[in-house]
């Protein structure tokens, strides 16, 4: 799939509002309605737009803890990682998973609790219940300097193929 500039201007904008109406995103990239809406549902449909979300207020909704957990497995087979990834993908409080190298841990998980109470059942509960968890470490967030949602598209130009 090639991307121009107008792709990555739409990409831009609806990053930073993904309920941008069809017109003001047209305007805002230089087309008119109808050719902004086809390149939007062809970049869509590709895959590159997965889905449209809605980011809610962590803090607002009572989630005041955040914590980074570094999961170390037993055993490396490819039926012990299926297991607990198939395992940690049903517990909506792990926002992010990652398979990680150069650190003790096998996993990197992003967890999202309202406090230390909660977490201490959530870790004991479930995380360490799952077969294969040999090691727990974690830390939490002190403080948020940076959030962001948006990918960095400085990298495409012109006719980049993807």
Same mark, same amino acid.
């Given at each position: 799939?090639?991307?121009?500039?107008?792709?990555?201007?739409?990409?831009?904008?609806?990053?930073?509002?993904?309920?941008?109406?069809?017109?003001?995103?047209?305007?805002?990239?230089?087309?008119?309605?109808?050719?902004?809406?086809?390149?939007?549902?062809?970049?869509?449909?590709?895959?590159?737009?997965?889905?449209?979300?809605?980011?809610?207020?962590?803090?607002?909704?009572?989630?005041?803890?955040?914590?980074?957990?570094?999961?170390?497995?037993?055993?490396?087979?490819?039926?012990?990682?299926? +297991?607990?990834? &198939?395992? !940690?993908?049903?517990?909506? @409080?792990?926002?992010?998973?990652?398979?990680? *190298?150069?650190?003790?841990? #096998?996993?990197?998980?992003?967890?999202?609790?309202?406090?230390?109470?909660?977490?201490?059942?959530?870790?004991?509960?479930?995380?360490?219940?799952? +077969?294969?968890? &040999?090691? !727990?470490?974690?830390?939490? @967030?002190?403080?948020?300097?940076?959030?962001? *949602?948006?990918?960095?598209? #400085?990298?495409?130009?012109?006719?980049?193929?993807?």
């Amino acid at each position: 799939m090639k991307l121009d500039r107008i792709d990555r201007r739409i990409l831009v904008a609806m990053q930073g509002n993904g309920r941008i109406s069809n017109l003001e995103l047209a305007e805002q990239v230089g087309l008119s309605p109808t050719p902004c809406s086809r390149r939007v549902r062809r970049l869509e449909e590709s895959g590159l737009i997965r889905r449209h979300v809605t980011l809610l207020n962590q803090s607002m909704l009572g989630l005041k803890l955040t914590a980074y957990i570094g999961i170390s497995m037993d055993r490396h087979t490819p039926d012990r990682f299926e +297991a607990f990834e &198939a395992e !940690v993908a049903h517990y909506p @409080e792990v926002m992010e998973c990652s398979v990680v *190298t150069g650190q003790a841990s #096998d996993y990197l998980l992003k967890a999202v609790v309202p406090d230390m109470e909660y977490y201490e059942k959530f870790l004991l509960g479930k995380l360490t219940r799952i +077969a294969g968890v &040999a090691g !727990v470490h974690s830390s939490f @967030e002190l403080r948020r300097v940076i959030q962001r *949602t948006e990918l960095p598209l #400085d990298h495409i130009s012109d006719q980049t193929r993807l």
